[in-house]
T-cell receptor, first 113, second 112 residues
Framework: AQTVTQSQPEMSVQEAETVTLSCTYDTSESDYYLFWYKQPPSRQMILVIRQEAYKQQNATENRFSVNFQKAAKSFSLKISDSQLGDAAMYFCAYRNRDDKIIFGKGTRLHILP | DTAVSQTPKYLVTQMGNDKSIKCEQNLGHDTMYWYKQDSKKFLKIMFSYNNKELIINETVPNRFSPKSPDKAHLNLHINSLELGDSAVYFC???????????FGPGTRLTVL
């Protein structure tokens, strides 16, 4: 069975600094997608970035980028120039060919002014 | 325009009652989902429907019954509510395959 592990329950970063959230997963499949979702206090789940497993190039979305290491089954999220609005729970997620999505337990990110 | 909407946003009820949560999406997606997020923020899939057919049914008590009248709607009916059912329930939709899911705003269910 696939699993997704986020080893950092909480992290803090100074405003304007860079922070990296870690995520590892376990699967025997070769085709899958990986996602990072953000859940602010409003509780709305917002897609931050996604990565196709067959692509070697790391996905980027403005200040958000990933470091995808397929062999190591690692999918970390880097947030550059952190802003107060980035404070939220961040969930790493794995989606397999059976259309099942599995979430990690989340990392709560605090932004220090 | 709301892409995925849920009603109600908050639901407080007594143990033993039966309640429903409605979900609608206007994105033209063919697959819809229900997730449960517990008090520790752990998010777990409960059901998924593709074109009104049940695709995924995780180990969920049979007191929970999803109903999909059409592919734009997936409602969740819960019978004989228990204290442990208190959680936030999210509806989501996507196209089948590897695309991202779009989530509704969630329904916070509190069972007293």
């Amino acid at each position: 069975a696939q699993t997704v592990t986020q080893s950092q329950p909480e992290m803090s970063v100074q405003e304007a600094e860079t922070v990296t959230l870690s995520c590892t997963y376990d699967t025997s499949e070769s085709d899958y997608y990986l996602f990072w979702y953000k859940q602010p206090p409003s509780r709305q789940m917002i897609l931050v970035i996604r990565q196709e497993a067959y692509k070697q190039q790391n996905a980027t979305e403005n200040r958000f980028s990933v470091n995808f290491q397929k062999a190591a089954k690692s999918f970390s999220l880097k947030i550059s120039d952190s802003q107060l609005g980035d404070a939220a729970m961040y969930f790493c997620a794995y989606r397999n060919r059976d259309d099942k999505i599995i979430f990690g337990k989340g990392t709560r990110l605090h932004i220090l002014p | 325009d709301t892409a995925v909407s849920q009603t109600p946003k908050y639901l407080v009820t007594q143990m033993g009652n039966d309640k429903s949560i409605k979900c609608e999406q206007n994105l033209g997606h063919d697959t819809m989902y229900w997730y449960k997020q517990d008090s520790k923020k752990f998010l777990k899939i409960m059901f998924s429907y593709n074109n009104k057919e049940l695709i995924i049914n995780e180990t969920v008590p049979n007191r929970f019954s999803p109903k999909s009248p059409d592919k734009a709607h997936l409602n969740l009916h819960i019978n004989s509510l228990e204290l442990g059912d208190s959680a936030v329930y999210f509806c989501a939709s996507s196209h089948v395959g590897y695309n991202e899911q779009f989530f509704g705003p969630g329904t916070r269910l509190t069972v007293l």
